[in-house]
């Protein structure tokens, strides 16, 4: 799961980066305003990379996500890219986690199949 959802946070990082370029020209919102925001969101996924394991970093994740698509509100295009990232959030998430279940289910069964060393 780990490396699907990272893959999404840091593209997702990307298009944070590249959306708040071009609020600075679309909206009337200050640049000191928009790149503070823009930078804890993009630092937030970035981060968010690293504890993917922890208890409730996926929840984060989905609040990230929820926030990308209320970013429409400055940028418009922002609503249709939302929802093209929680979607991807949702596949990274869901079959990032059928991958780990056959990962261990794999890792399982070679513990019981390898001989037991002979000494």
């Known amino acids: 799961m ?7 946070l840091i593209s997702e990082a990307m298009v944070i980066g590249f959306a708040a370029l071009v609020a600075m020209h679309l ?19 970035v981060l968010l990379c690293g504890v993917l394991n922890r ?12 926030a990308l698509i209320a970013s429409g509100a400055i ?14 959030w949702w596949c990274s998430v869901h079959y990032g986690r059928k ?8 890792a399982a069964a070679a513990a019981v199949a390898e001989p037991a060393p002979s000494v």
Do not use: P
């Open 75 to 88: 940028v418009g295009m922002m609503y249709a890219l939302g929802v093209i990232f929680a979607g991807l």
């Open 55 to 66: 208890k409730g970093a996926v929840t984060v994740g989905w609040a990230l996500q929820i």
């Open 27 to 45: 909206s009337d919102v200050s640049g000191s305003t928009l790149w503070a925001v823009s930078g804890a969101a993009m630092a937030l996924c």
């Open 99 to 106: 991958i780990d279940t056959i990962k261990a289910a794999r």
């Open 2 to 8: 780990r490396t699907l959802c990272s893959t999404t």
